[in-house]
């Protein structure tokens, strides 16, 4: 089961409904699943320890923002695959990549930003 399936299967067994009155509950559990990531990753950082716990709340981020897009109805899973390849069309034309002097990949002259319009539907904005 991908994760879109999954997001779908939890609201449905908890009877979650889509609707653009959730998103400031999505986005808060967001922030809030986030922030204990940052806890694990800095005590896993600082003592070498906890590497399964950083690994939990990273699952934890990511199944959240499947939640966020299940609520709006996009297309995550699509959307990922499509910033896959453009962000490898970052490469330079010799094939190697640029990068900045603190080691972030920066875009080449090739670089094609991803078509996403067609992966979200038209929702209505939330009244909070």
């Not at 970052?90 to 670089?111: E, M, N, Q, T």
């Amino acid at each position: 089961m991908d994760p879109e399936e999954q997001a779908r299967q939890f609201r449905a067994a908890f009877g979650v409904e889509n609707h653009p009155e959730k998103r400031s509950l999505q986005f808060s559990l967001i922030e809030e699943e986030y922030a204990e990531f940052c806890e694990a990753y800095h005590r896993y950082n600082e003592t070498g320890e906890g590497a399964a716990d950083c690994l939990k709340e990273a699952g934890d981020v990511v199944y959240v923002f499947f939640q966020f897009c299940a609520n709006e109805g996009w297309q995550l899973l699509q959307a990922l695959l499509r910033i896959h390849v453009s962000n490898m069309s970052k490469l330079g034309a010799d094939g190697r990549p640029v990068r900045r002097a603190d080691g972030k990949v920066l875009k080449s002259i090739r670089y094609k930003p991803p078509y996403l319009n067609d992966l979200v539907k038209s929702v209505e904005p939330a009244s909070n």
